[in-house]
C-alpha cells in the first residue's frame, strides 16, 4: 500500500516493515507528529533528514527520547525528499520494524584523528554478530552519513570499505541547503560537525543498493595542471587560471559562473570503464574552484553532457521495479541534480517520478557507493517486502 496521511499532515507507510513520514520543521511538536505518523513501537532505528532551518539540537534531543529505545540517526539536508517528493523546509523520518530490520551503528567522531582499524573491527563484529542473530534473513547494506563540509569524504569511504567484506555500501553527505555553512550528522541524542555515522543494516527483506546519474562523457578534455588537494581546491585549469578556463572550453562568460551552471555542466574523471563526476562547488578567489569531492594535479577533467533527466530517472526506476515493486527506496540525491532540475524546470516531474516509486531522503553535499565518494549522482537503496510464502 503507498503513503496515506498521517496526523496532523505528516504521513506514513502501510504496511508496518518500513514506516515514513514528514512534518514542517517549525512546527513545534514535530516529533510528535513524526511518532504519530511512524508508531514508534517495535522500531529498531529511526532515521531523520531535517532541513538546515530546524533547531537541530532540540529537535534530536527530543526524538531520541521519544523514539527509544530505538536508536535515531540522521543529518541536516540539501532538501529533503518525502511522500511529496522533493520539499525544503521540512524533516523526513523513516522508521525500520525490528521484525525485519537489526541494525547497528557507529559514531566516528572526529574525521581527522579517528582510527581505521578501531572502526573496520567494530564493522566486522557487528556484521558477525547480526549474522548469528538472523542466520536465516537475506541481505545486509551498510548506510554512511558523512559531514558534507568536513572534506573527508573521499578517505573515509575507500578506508571502511576494507571492512565491508561482500556487504553492499551507500551513503550522503549531509548538507546546509546551499548555504554551505554548517552541516551535522546526528546520533545518540546530539548533533556532532566533522563526524560521521556508519549504519549496518540486516534484513528479512531483499534489497538492491544502487547508483545512477543521467551525465554522458563528450570529448571535451581539461587538465589540472595546479591543485591543492587538502581542500578541494583547483588553482589552474590547462595551466590557465581555473575558473576562466572552464569558462572558456563552456563558451561562458568566466563572470557569470554560478550553482545553476556547474549542475548543468559538470566534469567526470575516468576510472577504467566507468566514469564518476567530480563536482564544483563555486569560485573562490583569484579565480579557484571549489569542489565537492577529491581532485589532484593532472587529473584529466572530461566534460559531461547531461541526458534528459525526467526520462532517464524514469528508465531507473522502471529498473528498479522490474521484478516487483520496492516496500520504500532510500536515496541520496545531490544539490546539483535538484538544482538542474530547477533550472530546467522540471522539478515537479521529477518530484512525481520520486513520488510514483515511493522515495524518501534527502539531497546531499555528495555521495557514496562502495569505496567511492562521487557527486551529482542518486545512490540508495530499494527495498522490498519479503515472500511470506
Known sequence: MGPVHGPSGATMTEPQVVRSGSVDC?????????????????????????????????????????????????CTSAGEISAAGYVEGEIVAIGFAQSHFQTRTILIEDLDS???????????????????????WVSDFTFLLVDGLSTKEDTLTSQLSVGLGPVA????????????????????????????????????????????????PSQKRMVVTGADPARRVVHEINAEPAAREYARVLGKDPEQLTAFTFAAHPVAVQFGDQHHVRAIQRVADNDELVFFSAIDEGVVLTLAEPEDMVTHLEREMAALSAKRRPEIIL????????????????????SRILRDNRVVGFSTYGEQINSMHVNQTLTGVAIYLPDEG
Not at 516529533?31 to 530546524?54: H, I, K, R, W, Y
Open 26 to 74: 517549525r512546527a513545534a511538536d514535530a516529533v510528535e507528529q513524526l511518532a504519530q505518523a511512524l508508531n514508534p513501537n517495535g522500531l529498531s532505528l529511526v532515521v531523520l533528514f531535517l532541513s538546515p532551518d530546524t533547531d537541530v539540537a532540540r529537535l534530536i534531543d527530543e526524538a531520541q527520547r521519544r523514539f527509544a529505545p530505538a536508536q535515531v540517526v540522521g
Open 114 to 136: 579517528f582510527d581505521p582499524h578501531s572502526v573496520i573491527e567494530r564493522m566486522i563484529r557487528n556484521r558477525n554478530h547480526m549474522a548469528q542473530n538472523t542466520g536465516d
Open 169 to 216: 555500501f551507500f551513503g550522503g553527505s549531509a548538507g546546509d541547503g546551499t548555504n554551505f555553512g554548517k552541516t551535522f550528522v546526528l546520533h545518540g541524542g546530539q548533533a556532532h560537525s566533522n563526524a560521521a555515522i556508519l549504519i549496518q543494516v540486516r534484513s528479512r527483506c531483499p534489497i538492491e543498493v544502487f547508483k545512477t546519474d543521467h551525465l554522458i
Open 331 to 350: 536515496a541520496c540525491d545531490c544539490i546539483l541534480r535538484r538544482l538542474e532540475a530547477q533550472q530546467k524546470q522540471v522539478s515537479q516531474d521529477i
